[in-house]
Every structure is written in structure tokens, then in C-alpha cells.
């Protein structure tokens, strides 16, 4: 039978402003997962965070969009966003866009990345958490980890990762996907994924005849869009990953060796402006300067029989201590600019933000030139 690690998010408050999540609503879905393990829904579960999105870490037998898990989360956020009501939290609810459930989280609001697999001798896995940012936020280290050489050595060493991967990626726009193999069509992916608001990684497949499933994947990043569901900005669609290593697969070290580089995301402020990306302990994960700058975080996992066991706090080390001193250099740098581009993202990108409202007042005051 297959593990499934679900990962699924939501902003259901925040405290205060976007900053962080209430421990009242940490505690609340953990009580209420720790029910749903006692009555089989689950295996196991972790509730974490980062910045204001509550994360959901879950294990189970049941395969990727289980109605049952998936109604869980959602009964989770809910009572975790009543909460947030009651203290009166920025945003209570935000992310919970639908009214009722109907099956799926997908399209609701929350955002959500799951996998099945089988597991091996020995499953590291790492999740991923982003906040103040969007989901090709994780275009630039999932190609590294997968796909590039001067990253992960064991492209070039190890004879069982040496034939490289599969790349599923996502056209969110015209909701079309695309697989790609790397290393032969590693420009073509490049030429995709570069565009990071429009063309995203949603999964990354082993190859046939290495030593794991082909059809089975090695990586999966939560694309939900809330834009496309709420039609007008109600927040970022800060996105999750999932990302399994060792044998055969890149090393726990060339998974994280990517986040060494504070790279440009866009976000931050408003959804509105572009900034580093600064790895950092899930007790350091509050968005404060200008709301950000935008954070990742990791947590290790040995999955074992379908079990989390307890996770490791991958970016509390002093190893990243350069990178986010290099995160805030840049946020300094960044900041300078104010209102401009390229720190304020382009006209397209605004265009689900609150800045339509403010042109419009403006359109009939434009004469003729
Ligand atoms: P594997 O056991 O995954 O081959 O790991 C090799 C290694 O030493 C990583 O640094
Ligand atoms: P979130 O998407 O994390 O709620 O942030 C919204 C925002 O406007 C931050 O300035
Ligand atoms: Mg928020
Ligand atoms: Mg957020």
C-alpha cells in the first residue's frame, strides 16, 4: 500500500496583520487532527507554520484528493478560522473562499500538495513552506535540485540519479501541462519556467528503468491560484512543496543547497513587489519588514509506515546565517526603489491587486496627446 503525504494550507487569520498564526489556532487544528488519527482518517500529522498560513502535514493510506482528507483540512480551517473570528485576527477566513465543501479543496481557497508513494527502505522527506510569495517561487530550486550539476553533484556522480528527471509543468493560465525531461530538454524547460507567474513546476518524475517507480513522483509544489478562484487579490497564493531524497534521488543536502541563494520572488508587500527569499526556522517564519521579506521553511521528515515521526527544523542552522544576511542586503536595496519597478512588480502582475482601483479613478482625466 502507498504513503501519502498530504500538505495542505490555508490563511485562516493573521496575527497581527499578516505576520504569523495565533498558537490558538495551531493548537485548535491540532486538536481536531489528533481526533481525526484516533478515528483512522489519518496516520499521522504535524501542524506547523509559516508567516500567517496554517500548515497542515498529514500521512495516510489513502491515495492523493481523498474526499475524507481533504474534508478534514477543510473542517480544520474552518474551525481554526472561527476561532480567528472570535479573536477578531486579520483577514479571519481569508483564504476559505467557498461557502461549503464539495470534495475537493482544490478551487476553495486552501492550497494543497500531495503524494503517493512507495515507500523504501528509509524515506526522508522535506516540506517546504513559503509565505508572501507564489507558487514559481519554487521554479528556480526544484530545477536546481533536479536538473543542475553545479547543485546536485549526484547528477554527475551517482550512477542511479545520473539519468536525470521528468518535469510536469503547469501553464496556470491556460491551465495546460507539459512534461519535459532533463537533461536533454533542459533549455526548454528553462524557456518555460523562467516565466515564473505563468509557467510553474507541479511535479518531478523519476525516469524509467532507475531504481524508483517512474510513475510514482519525487516532488510536488501546491499551484493553486486564489486570484483565479476569487477573481480579484485576497492575498498570495503562498505555496507548499513536497520533496522526497537520497538514494536515487538528490541528497537531503542538494535538496536545501538551492535555498543557500536569496532569490528574487515576487510578493511581499501587498502581493505587489518583488524580494529575496530568506530561508528561516519555523520560529523565526513572522513576516514582519514591509510583511516579509518573503520566508521559506523546511521541515525533515522519516516517513516511516505511513507515519511523520518528529520533524528537524532544517533552516534553524547557522549555515544559513550568510544567506539571510544576504536576504536582508537585498531587501535593503530592494526597498530603496519604493513604489518603482522593478521592486513594484509589473502592470500585468498588478492587475489582481488594488492598484485598478486606484488608475480608474484616474481614466477620465487622461486627455489627448
Ligand atoms: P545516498 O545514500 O542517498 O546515496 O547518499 C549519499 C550521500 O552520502 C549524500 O551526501
Ligand atoms: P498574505 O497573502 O500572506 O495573507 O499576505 C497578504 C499581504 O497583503 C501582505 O502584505
Ligand atoms: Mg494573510
Ligand atoms: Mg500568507
Known amino acids: 500500500m502507498k ?51 496554517l500548515e ?27 476561532k480567528a473570528k472570535e479573536l477578531k485576527l486579520y483577514g479571519a477566513g481569508q483564504d476559505l473562499l ?15 500538495a500531495e503524494m503517493a508513494f512507495t515507500e523504501r527502505k528509509s524515506d526522508p522527506v522535506v516540506v517546504f513552506m513559503m509565505d508572501k510569495t507564489e507558487p514559481g517561487a519554487f521554479n528556480l530550486p526544484i530545477f536546481r535540485i533536479f536538473a ?48 515564473k507567474e505563468r509557467y510553474v513546476i507541479k511535479r518531478v518524475y523519476p525516469k524509467e528503468g532507475g531504481p524508483l517507480p517512474a510513475d510514482e513522483p519525487v516532488a510536488v509544489i501546491s499551484t493553486d491560484k486564489l486570484y483565479h478562484v476569487a477573481g480579484k487579490y485576497v492575498g498570495k497564493d503562498d505555496p507548499v512543496a513536497v520533496v522526497r531524497a537520497q538514494s536515487g534521488l538528490p ?48 521541515l525533515g521528515f522519516q516517513v516511516a509506515n505511513a507515519t511523520l515521526g518528529m520533524p528537524v527544523d532544517l533552516f534553524d542552522d547557522p549555515a544559513f546565517d550568510r544567506t539571510r544576511q544576504q536576504a536582508e542586503e537585498i531587501a535593503d536595496y530592494m526597498r530603496r526603489h519604493g513604489p518603482f519597478e ?4 509589473p502592470m500585468a502582475d498588478m492587475e489582481y491587486t488594488t492598484l485598478p482601483g486606484v488608475l480608474e479613478r484616474l481614466k477620465d482625466r487622461f486627455e489627448k496627446v
Open 3 to 53: 504513503t501519502t503525504v498530504s500538505v495542505i494550507k490555508a490563511d485562516v487569520g493573521g496575527w497581527p496583520g499578516h505576520a504569523t498564526v495565533h498558537p490558538e489556532l495551531m493548537r485548535t487544528a491540532e486538536e481536531n487532527l489528533k481526533k481525526a488519527v484516533a478515528a483512522g482518517v489519518i496516520k499521522d500529522f504535524h501542524v506547523s507554520h509559516v508567516g500567517d498560513d
Open 342 to 345: 522593478p521592486h513594484r512588480l
Open 148 to 195: 543542475d550539476p553545479f547543485n546536485t553533484a549526484g547528477l554527475v556522480i551517482d550512477p542511479s540519479a545520473h539519468q536525470g528527471f521528468v518535469f510536469e509543468i503547469w501553464d496556470i493560465m491556460e491551465d495546460k501541462k507539459v512534461f519535459l525531461s532533463a537533461p536533454e530538454e533542459m533549455y526548454d524547460i528553462l524557456a518555460l519556467i523562467g516565466a
Open 98 to 112: 467557498a461557502d461549503a465543501f464539495s470534495g475537493n479543496v482544490k478551487g476553495l481557497g486552501p492550497g494543497s
Open 251 to 298: 541528497a537531503l543536502g542538494e535538496v536545501l543547497e538551492p535555498f543557500a541563494f536569496p532569490h528574487l520572488v515576487s510578493g511581499w508587500m501587498r502581493g505587489s513587489h518583488n524580494g529575496p527569499i530568506m530561508p528561516v526556522s519555523v520560529k523565526d517564519a513572522r513576516c514582519t519588514r514591509f510583511d516579509g521579506p518573503p520566508r521559506v521553511a523546511a
Open 56 to 82: 497542515l502535514i498529514m500521512t495516510h493510506t489513502k491515495g492523493e484528493d481523498s474526499t475524507e482528507v481533504h474534508k478534514l483540512a477543510w473542517e480544520t480551517f474552518q474551525k481554526a478560522a472561527d
